[in-house]
């Protein structure tokens, strides 16, 4: 069938021959990130058809993320990737509008390095060495994979060194890395400002607090906004930040929907039902773990998310006796009538997570009916045993 846009009382995903899914996952740009809430929705469609000057808009969401994050001064980027790359360009630049326009390649006597610490070399979906190469930065790599110590950092740090970058993510090494608070202090030693992407953290003031100069979050992840970032911190940053839109932020920028969506987000979580959410979510987390605590070869945990962020996961432990790996019965649950994605980072490792952050009304029992009937069904489907590999055939085949 072929999408149309035409006119049409049908819902859209099938206007659009978009198949539901039901996300288990996370909040993930592949899925469409989150479920964006009722008041950013509302604030998006009110401001679309108006005009608006565009810095003045700017200066107002400024004014709501620094109340929300404790900050000077804030700006919304078009991601949180693009606001890594900008507020790198700003800490490269400053104010210096010709060196604005100069970049990413015309650098000459600017201070370019940017120091990072090897196990937060980390790919979100697309790679954070390349974020900084975007800004004109040139990665500076510290320590090794498993360790990093205070002189990797220190000594790291000479007159051509601009930015200090901190990643706070599962995604990064969980152990043997230095500290936020170290790491600001050996950097603020050498007065070098440091930019923490902290894109998926529910936590919007303590990283400014540890000293952080800058903190990058995603709108779209907890927040549930539109597709944004959110740059906070230090004034005289976040305007140059701000002033990269007359250079490498034009090709990112951002349209007043998304400003207004992400300002009423950030209003909404201030004043959500966190209580709630946590309970339903366990609620969710309990019905699956029993549900699975039935059958042989599989184990499930409630576990914490790693950074400490207020949720929990289930953790699915898929041994040989159940008739499945843990790829097998991912694959077998992405086959479902409503195919059901879980959160399969490390299935390798012979398990996965199911994440209850995006669940609609209905969905959590939906899931549950699945494992059942696929770990109580006499046969087993034919990659049951499926040993994950890795393939980029489908995405090089688009748009076929
Ligand atoms: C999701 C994520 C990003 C990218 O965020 P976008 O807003 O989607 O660009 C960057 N860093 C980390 C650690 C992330 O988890």
């Given at each position: 069938m072929v999408a149309t846009t035409k006119g049409s009382e049908q819902p859209i995903r099938e206007r659009l021959n978009l198949r539901p899914i039901i996300n288990?996952?996370?909040?993930?740009t592949a899925l469409g990130a989150s479920i964006i809430v009722p008041e950013a929705i509302k604030a998006m469609s009110e401001i679309a058809s108006q005009f608006v000057e565009m810095d003045d808009l700017h200066r107002r969401a400024s004014e709501v993320i620094a109340r929300l994050t404790g900050s000077e001064a804030g700006f919304v980027t078009a991601s949180c990737a693009s606001g890594i790359s900008l507020s790198l360009a700003a800490a490269i630049t400053g104010d210096n509008l010709l060196a604005i326009e100069n970049l990413p390649d015309r650098t000459e006597g600017l201070k370019t390095e940017v120091i990072v610490q090897i196990g937060h070399m980390v790919s979100f979906g697309g790679n954070i060495d390349q974020a900084v190469r975007l800004a004109g930065g040139k990665v500076i790599a510290a320590g090794t994979v498993s360790a990093v110590n205070d002189y990797h950092v220190a000594d790291a740090i000479n007159d051509r060194t601009a930015a200090a970058l901190y990643v706070v993510s599962?995604?990064?090494?969980?152990?043997?890395m230095l500290s936020l608070p170290e790491f600001v202090a050996i950097c603020h030693a050498k007065n070098v400002p440091v930019i923490v992407d902290?894109?998926?953290?529910?936590?919007?003031r303590t990283f400014l607090q540890q000293g952080a100069d800058i903190v990058v979050y995603s709108g779209h992840k907890f927040l549930g906004g539109p597709t944004t970032g959110i740059v906070a911190g230090r004034k005289d940053l976040v305007r140059a930040t701000f002033l990269q839109n007359r250079g490498i932020g034009r090709g990112m920028k951002v349209g007043k929907e998304s400003i207004a969506g992400v300002m009423a987000a950030l209003e909404a979580w201030e004043h959500r039902d966190h209580d709630g959410i946590r309970r339903r979510e366990r609620a969710a987390l309990d019905l699956w773990k029993n549900t699975l605590?039935?059958?042989?070869?599989i184990e499930a945990l409630i576990v914490p998310d790693p950074t400490n962020n207020p949720l929990d996961r289930l953790e699915v432990n898929v041994r040989p006796e159940s008739g499945f790996t843990a790829a097998g019965l991912a694959a077998a649950l992405a086959r479902a009538q409503i195919p059901i994605i879980v959160r399969n980072h490390e299935v390798e490792r012979g398990h996965f997570f199911l994440d209850p952050c995006n669940l609609h009304p209905g969905e959590a029992e939906t899931v549950t009916r699945e494992f059942h009937s696929l770990l109580s069904a006499k046969e087993r489907p034919a990659d049951a045993m499926l040993v994950p590999q890795k393939s980029t055939r489908n995405v090089r085949n688009w748009p076929d």
């Open positions: 288990v996952s996370g909040t993930m599962h995604h990064t090494v969980q152990y043997g902290a894109a998926s953290e529910y936590d919007l605590e039935g059958f042989a070869g």
